[in-house]
């Protein structure tokens, strides 16, 4: 069945470096994406989405990268701060015909050194 | 604005015993609602989804079951809770393509 995973669990940067963060998905059909940020003990929060007809989007200190020919995203975090430490996840919304379900990938963790 | 409220926000409880979670939505009307567990900060895993009063579709076969009997109240159940039950419980609304999420259940059964 589809899915939406990701490479690594864990990912450790120092503080200052770009962070990349990466996921796979399965669904050929899928044309929209969402990356989460989820802090310890909170709700997932939106930071980003992108759509098919897109290949990159930017947002502050975010870009997301869409390759759609190998179903591939990622998150880049630009000077990555000890505030972006937190498990990302990607999501793929586009389950329309079964109830819009919501389905993510397994998350990576990122720890930022001081 | 939307909001999604949940609660309790942390609830302890001993195996065997009940228990109801509930999740209500403020600023939409007819929402796609939806029940998430998640263990050790990881892995999102879709319980229940509603699309609509007294419609409930469940993901996986477990020990917990779901209600709505409000169109924006959301309830999350069991009759016996399981160790394998803790975990944080998230509700999310889903309007088209806006995901909202609420602030989350942190439930330990011991």
């Known amino acids: 069945g589809e899915s939406v995973g990701l490479h690594l669990p864990t990912l450790s940067v120092q503080e200052g470096d770009n962070s990349i963060i990466n996921c796979a998905y399965s669904?050929?059909?899928?044309?929209?994406f969402i990356w989460y940020k989820q802090e310890s003990g909170k709700g997932p929060q939106f930071i980003i989405d992108?759509?098919?007809?897109?290949d990159k989007r930017q947002g502050q200190r975010v870009t997301v990268l869409l390759n759609k020919t190998v179903k591939h995203l990622s998150l880049q975090i630009a000077a990555t701060q000890p505030g972006d430490s937190a498990v990302y996840f990607c999501?793929?919304?586009?389950?329309?015909?079964?109830?819009?379900?919501?389905?993510f990938g397994q998350g990576t963790e990122l720890s930022v050194k001081p | 604005s939307q909001t999604i409220h949940q609660w309790p926000a942390t609830l302890v409880q001993p195996v065997g015993s009940p228990l109801s979670l509930e999740c209500t939505v403020e600023?939409?009307?007819?929402?796609?609602l939806y029940w998430y567990r998640q263990a050790a900060g990881r892995g999102l895993q879709l319980l229940f989804y509603?699309?609509?009063?007294?419609?409930i579709s469940s993901e996986v076969p477990q020990n917990l079951s779901a209600s709505r009997p409000q169109d924006r109240q959301f309830i999350l159940s069991s009759k016996k809770l399981l160790l394998s039950d803790s975990g944080f419980y998230l509700c999310?609304?889903?309007?088209?393509?806006?995901?909202?999420f609420g602030p989350g259940t942190r439930l330990t059964v011991l």
């Open positions: 999501a793929d919304p586009t389950r329309k015909n079964q109830g819009g379900k919501l389905i």
């Open positions: 669904n050929s059909a899928s044309d929209y």
């Open positions: 509603s699309v609509g009063i007294g419609q």
């Open positions: 600023g939409t009307s007819n929402p796609n």
């Open positions: 992108i759509r098919s007809n897109m």
């Open positions: 999310a609304w889903i309007d088209y393509n806006e995901q909202f």
